[in-house]
């Protein structure tokens, strides 16, 4: 009996790590705090485009401290966007890069 027990036991913690690597799987990114987007945004341009699946995750990321960020919509405003060759794109001291960015890698990019 105390073996079954023990099984039994043994199954539940592991249901409930698998569970808590589920539910931290789906969290939301690192969001950002305001200071530091103020500062990303002062030092970076981000290249975006309407229907863009990659841009709507990038903004979720900041959530509300995205308005600090200077944003380039290449659906209308095209003309700003010839050199951009897909979106999301952050050009950070003359350098692109292409593609969903960690705030991590972007504070390291812009010193922030």
Known sequence: MDKNKT?????????IVI???IISINKPRNQTTEEIAKCIGEK???YIQLGCHYCEIQKEMFGE????LKVIDCF????????I??????????QSY???QEIKTLRNLTGC
């Open 7 to 15: 099984t039994n036991l043994i199954i539940i913690v592991i249901i």
């Open 19 to 21: 569970g808590l690597f």
């Open 44 to 46: 970076s341009e981000l």
């Open 65 to 68: 401290n995205y308005q600090y």
């Open 76 to 83: 209308y405003e095209r003309e700003k966007c010839a050199n």
């Open 85 to 94: 060759n897909g979106t999301p794109t952050w050009i950070i001291k003359g």
């Open 98 to 100: 292409e593609g969903l």
